[in-house]
């Protein structure tokens, strides 16, 4: 067995089967430190993609899976500096945890995100970049961004797009509502319910029958059936960092950082 | 079809469950952020959990500055 423990996730590889668990209070909040941890993560992943049939993204954080990008993190980094050194401090972040997901979404390794609870924003995004979701059934889905003046920046929306089709993109996106677990499966972006507390072993169970096919075959069905939009995530970025330089995001970072409520997610 | 009445007791019911206080703690009036003590995350579990007992979508939209449990009743019946 191999494994790492950082910060704020941790790794396990056994017989084949890698088990990524997030793991940073309160929600899995994706700042610099996971980002790190998350590069050293998809580096092990590629160099043991070989020996790997099947990788399972879990959390071990009961309110969820993700709750997106750390806001706080993001508002003090980029609060004191001039305006362009702020543009690429947000450039060199999306560029980066672009290419993390972008090793996921790529690797030939069956990618599983096993998800309860809150799954919003760059959590919802990291787990797009996975070839199934398994949600237990008090998860729920959503791309807040809009309520900062932003889109969603880790590759969301060309994902979402790519898997679901553009009607149910814009009904999350331009509502910033969420969505239960029952409607996602609905729509074809929850491969499997699980009950509350099961994703994780309904996950392994899934990766179970997986390892059984030939690598061989496995890969190349992944390859054509899961084009990467590379046109469309650098488009991505690029609008992302234009609506990062208005005034008004910052004005609603700071909001967001000052807000009396403990975890003000709430779209 | 229920009435309001029923919408109203089967959301205390399940309020009190999921956060484990004793139903008759709850009254329809109570401000269930200050009464369960519950932040945004929270609020949205409990959301899940009366989508899935209901079988209805409620967009948080719709429930936003919602903060006592007969409104919210309310916001579930036109769903129904």
């Known amino acids: 067995m191999k494994s790492f423990s950082g910060n704020t996730l941790r790794w396990e590889w056994r017989d084949g089967i890698f088990e990524l668990t997030l793991d940073r209070a309160p929600a899995n909040e994706i700042g610099r430190t996971m980002l790190g941890e998350l590069e050293q993560f998809v580096s092990a992943l590629h160099s043991m993609a070989a020996q790997t049939s099947v990788c399972i993204l879990s959390s071990a954080q009961p309110k969820g899976f993700s709750a997106g990008a750390d806001l706080r993190e993001l508002y003090h980094a980029a609060a004191p500096l001039p305006e362009k050194e702020r543009l690429a401090g947000v450039r060199e972040f999306l560029e980066r945890i672009h290419k993390v997901l972008n090793t996921i979404d790529a690797t030939p390794v069956v990618t599983i995100a096993a998800v309860h609870g809150a799954c919003f924003g760059g959590g919802f995004e990291l787990a797009l970049a996975c070839d199934l979701i398994i949600a237990d059934k008090m998860a729920r889905f959503a791309f807040p961004e809009l309520r900062l003046g932003l889109i969603p920046g880790f590759g969301g929306i060309p994902r979402l797009k790519r898997d679901l089709g553009n009607a149910f993109v814009r009904d999350i996106l331009l509502t910033g509502r969420s969505v239960n677990a029952a409607r996602a499966q609905a729509v074809g972006l929850v491969s499997q319910l699980a009950g509350e507390g099961q994703a994780l072993q309904v996950a392994r169970s899934t990766a179970a029958q997986i390892a059984k ?55 | 079809m229920r009435t309001l ?76």
């Open chain 2, 5 to 80: 009445e029923q919408t109203t007791q089967e959301v205390l019911t399940l309020a009190a469950q999921h956060f484990n206080v004793l139903i008759g703690s709850l009254s329809p009036a109570d401000d269930f952020f200050k009464k369960l003590g519950i932040n945004s995350l929270q609020a949205l579990e409990l959301l899940t959990r009366l989508e899935n007992h209901f079988g209805i979508e409620l967009p948080d939209y719709e429930v936003q500055g919602v903060s006592d449990f007969r409104t919210l009743a309310e916001r579930i019946q036109s769903r129904l």
């Open chain 1, 213 to 267: 096919f030939d690598p061989a075959a496995r890969s190349a069905a992944k390859h054509f059936i899961k084009p990467i939009p590379h046109d469309e995530l650098r488009l991505e970025i690029d609008i992302f960092c234009d609506l990062f330089q208005r005034p008004a995001v910052m004005a609603a970072l700071k909001k967001f950082d000052e807000s009396t409520d403990a975890m003000p997610y709430l779209p």
